[in-house]
Each structure stands twice: as C-alpha cells, then as structure tokens.
C-alpha cells in the first residue's frame, strides 16, 4: 500500500478493509483506485480465495 495514498475507508469486510486510494507520483489528479488491504489474522485461511479473485 505504500505506493498510494489513502483518503477513506470505503468498504469493510470479514477478511478485508476497501480504501479509496491514490496513486503516488502521478500525473492524473482525478484517477482513484479501490486498494484492498486483507486482514493479517485472517490472511492464512484467505490467501487461496484472494489468489483466484
């Protein structure tokens, strides 16, 4: 995650929290991304699900 910079927590889940983020360094200001970051208790049973998505 530390290539964006994040403004908000848009989405919350059991395995993961969504973040509106922004990339770092860019030229397009009105470009936003949703950056999912998984929970790190939860990542050992969900990596395998993350992994097909």
Known sequence: MSQYCIYEVIGLGGYSTIYRGQKKNTKNTD???????????QEPEVLEEFATD
């Open 31 to 41: 470009e936003y991304f949703a950056v999912k970051k998984v929970h790190k208790s």
